[in-house]
Nanobody
């Protein structure tokens, strides 16, 4: 069981930046595949934003949603998953969730929530125009 706690959300104006962190309750997330998802206001489903995958051969994959490519950067260090958000627009507004799984296959998309077993409570990001 892994507990995930997000932080760093807030309100910014369009064009601004934020840095989200996800702290895992394990010494390292090196052997986990991790991702960020978001749910827009009034939305029913979570949208995959960015993910870092690592399979049992230590093959690594980074995946971004088209809507955030060139603006968001995902990284990890020890037990922290980070999402740097830049050039934010009102469309980026939503609740952002961190997710993790120990089972990752290269055939899995890191932007599909069904592949993830552990979830954080979420952190709110609000971008005003």
């Amino acid at each position: 069981q892994v507990r995930l706690v997000e932080s760093g959300g807030g309100s910014v104006q369009a064009g601004g930046s934020l840095r989200l962190s996800c702290a895992a309750s394990v010494p390292t997330i090196r052997n986990y595949s991790m991702a960020w998802f978001r749910r827009a206001p009034g939305g029913k489903q979570r949208e995959g934003v960015a993910g870092l995958g690592r399979d049992n051969t230590m093959f690594e994959v980074v995946e971004y949603a088209d809507s955030v490519k060139g603006r968001f950067i995902v990284s990890r260090d020890k037990n922290i998953l980070v999402l740097q958000l830049k050039s934010l627009t009102p469309d980026d507004t939503g609740m952002y969730y961190c997710a993790a799984t120990v089972l990752y296959l290269r055939s899995h998309s890191l932007l599909e929530e069904r592949h993830f077993d552990y979830w954080g409570q979420g952190v709110q990001v609000t971008v005003s125009s």
